[in-house]
């Protein structure tokens, strides 16, 4: 496991349909995870594997937290979707 997160350290996934991509947990958007980019998000949602193609599919997006977004957490999930 530890070789598998190594070398998943060292690229980027190409979105496509994104029905092969994680939404938090694989590097797609940007130089970092959404995980390590939005840590107090991550630790708050319900579904931390979920799929791109899922989430992105609906509007509003197919996200939901296990508590409300205020504050901070408000602030870090409006700039992560604009």
Do not use: C
Not at 15 to 38: A, N
Request: charged share 15%; hydrophobic share 45%; proline share 1%.
């Amino acid at each position: 496991m530890n070789v598998k997160i190594q070398f998943l350290s060292f690229g980027n996934f190409r979105l496509q349909d994104g029905k092969q991509v994680r939404f938090w947990q694989d590097k797609w958007l940007g130089m970092s995870t959404l995980k390590e980019q939005y840590t107090n998000l991550y630790n708050i949602v319900k579904r931390k594997s979920a799929i791109v193609a899922d989430i992105m599919s609906f509007v509003p997006l197919n996200i939901s937290f296990s508590i409300s977004l205020v504050g901070q957490n408000f602030d870090y999930w409006h700039n992560l979707v604009l």
